[in-house]
């Protein structure tokens, strides 16, 4: 099979058509709604891609990442979360080392896991979600951008894979953002056929995690991942696969809003609406008493701070001063009947004061 023939995986001018960035298949389709629902990434730092095996997770000779998987997938109905498993490499000269774990969105870091301590690490922190007893909890940082080079498993990944990883530490170079940006080799994630595959997850200012998906990802979109999607929280949406915690009809919509990121430079976002917005669209046909009272005369009355009450009081002293013959003006807010007996009390006492006047005179 094309995808496990690693022999001159990139020294031929035929691999960028049919393996790397020129293939005659890309952008035939749209991406998104192409990644399966999910709502935990776990990584496990192993060796290099280039000794990754085809099925890496399920090895007999690479022990680790066999009891992992086979641990996560055991523990599947106890598990809350649905988790994924993927094997990243730490390159020399980056923090990350065999055996460390990187758990999204949790955003938190264990060091060195060995293979007869996987049951208990599964148990402790995926299963009743409590820190590692047998590890130090480290807190993750930054932004982290996975690229699928499991060659291996799709010679498409592993020619576009590390072009993408060296244009990518190119470019966070240029914009010193090496000490906030961290970029990993990946194995696979799937969709081969939309390689190169990137994920990227960053967290906002509000500390919510967002995982997102990339693909056909070129070494020209570079610039834009980081500029546009890290450094200024906004999705490129003609190479958007998904995102984590999205449902599987959510995971094919694009959020328009800006994302929750700006963790490398502030996005220069508009404010957040007021409540006042949202009390208004609450307000809209809601004569029936939406939250507690009806506000059919005026919707606006709550969000403008002017109470239903103060407004009568007001309306009631302006027409007062113009006598009872404006005393229509509460029909609107009093019943009838009582409009009818307040004329008639108004009338009676008139009618009183006239004849004691006139007995007064005749006196």
């Known amino acids: 099979m094309a995808s496990d023939d690693l022999s001159n995986l990139a020294d031929s001018n035929d691999d960028d058509e049919k393996y790397g960035f020129t293939r005659p298949e890309m952008y035939k389709e749209s991406l998104a709604g192409t990644v399966g629902a999910y709502d935990r990434h776990v990584f496990l730092c192993y060796k290099s891609p280039e000794a990754w095996p085809s099925r890496v997770e399920g090895s007999d000779s690479d022990l680790l990442p066999r009891l992992f998987s086979s641990a996560i997938k055991g523990r599947k109905d106890s598990i809350p979360l649905k988790t994924n498993l993927t094997i990243f490499e730490g390159r020399e000269g980056t923090e990350f080392s065999d055996g460390d774990v990187l758990i999204f969105p949790e955003m938190i870091k264990y060091r060195g896991l060995k293979d007869s301590e996987v049951d208990s690490f599964v148990e402790d922190v995926l299963v009743n979600g409590k820190p590692w007893a047998s590890g130090v909890e480290e807190v993750l940082t930054g932004s982290h951008v996975f690229v699928c080079s499991h060659g291996r498993r799709d010679r498409r990944c592993g020619v576009c894979g590390p072009v993408l990883i060296e244009k990518l530490k190119e470019e966070i170079e240029s914009r010193e953002w090496k000490d906030q940006v961290f970029v ?99 307000g809209a046909g809601c004569c029936q008493g939406a939250n507690g009272f009806s506000c059919c005369k005026d919707g606006s009355l709550e969000q403008n701070g002017v109470g239903e009450e103060k407004k009568l009081k007001e309306t009631v002293s302006g027409h007062e001063k113009k006598g009872l013959g404006k005393l229509s003006f509460c029909i609107g807010s009093l019943e009838q009947s009582e409009v009818l007996t307040a004329v008639a009390v108004a009338s009676a006492v008139a009618a009183v004061a006239v004849a004691y006047s006139f007995y007064r005179r005749s006196g």
């Open 184 to 282: 990993s080799p990946c194995s696979h994630i799937g969709g081969h056929k939309y390689a190169g595959n990137v994920i990227i997850y960053s967290p906002g200012p509000d500390g919510k995690i967002m995982g997102h998906w990339y693909g056909y990802v070129t070494p020209d979109d570079v610039p834009s991942l980081l500029d546009q999607h890290i450094g200024k929280g906004e999705i490129i949406e003609h190479l958007w696969r998904g995102q984590m915690g999205a449902t599987a009809e959510e995971g094919g919509k694009v959020d328009k809003k800006k994302l929750a990121n700006g963790d490398v430079k502030k996005s220069k976002k508009k404010p957040k609406e007021s409540s006042t917005r949202s009390n208004k669209d609450d």
